[in-house]
């Protein structure tokens, strides 16, 4: 493994991967992606949350241009209203300065919000939010085709919280974000927990590669978006 932030390494086997897109930001910070706690506060997560579980139009998330193929992703969209998406804009407004230095980059255009439910059984398979894996004839990854050059940053806000035992809506166990490329001085692999209010950003390209867990109970929510920026 290499060392790519203070604390934490990737997996040699990249070295050896055809990654068109290949960025890190800089060394010298603790973790090369960010956790940046109460984005949102603990009322507006309920809120967003409860409008979620009463949302009956909720549909299950496709693959980028493909069909849905539920062995891959099992995971619903819910619609997020115009209250809440106001309230997202002005969290994210207020920490995009902090975001663009410590990437180094200047955010342009973004997706719209996607609000992406897990319910017990619901998952991602490990997956690059700007690239497809290219395998050989016996499976193994040999590289990455991008097919979403406008995806530079991930941002992912969460309104749920990881506990062991969920007792109530708003929390989930299992469901862990799991980057497999990325570890710590141990080896072991980067997984984070985190809480509802807490927004993760990370680069889109394969060194990000992650996958979310197979949630075991409770309900999981995230506010993803994906953001076109100058590096």
Request: net charge negative; proline share 4%.
């Amino acid at each position: 493994m290499h060392q790519i932030s203070n604390y934490v390494y990737a997996r040699d086997e990249l070295l050896g991967l055809d990654i068109p897109t290949k960025r890190l930001p800089n060394p010298y910070h603790d973790f090369p992606y960010m956790v940046l706690e109460g984005v949102l506060s603990s009322a507006e997560c309920r809120a967003i949350t409860a409008a979620a579980l009463e949302d009956k139009n909720s549909v299950q998330a496709e693959l980028r241009g493909k069909a849905l193929d539920t062995a891959i992703r099992k995971t619903d969209i819910h619609i997020l209203s115009k209250e809440h998406r106001a309230i997202y804009d002005r969290r994210f407004d207020a920490i995009r300065s902090e975001i663009e230095a410590f990437f180094a980059i200047s955010l342009s255009k973004a997706t719209d919000v996607q609000v992406l439910g897990y319910e017990s059984g619901s998952f991602y398979v490990k997956h690059s939010d700007d690239a497809s894996e290219l395998r050989d004839s016996d499976g193994n990854v040999v590289g990455y085709r991008t097919v979403a050059p406008e995806r530079k940053l991930t941002t992912v806000l969460f309104t749920t919280s990881y506990t062991p035992h969920p007792t109530d809506q708003d929390h989930f166990s299992g469901g862990e974000l799991l980057f497999n490329y990325l570890c710590d001085e141990n080896g072991n692999t980067i997984t984070l927990r985190p809480e509802a209010g807490d927004m993760v950003v990370f680069l889109s390209n394969p060194y990000f590669a992650h996958e979310v867990l197979s949630v075991k109970e409770g309900f999981r929510l995230s506010l993803v978006q994906w953001h076109d920026a100058l590096m």
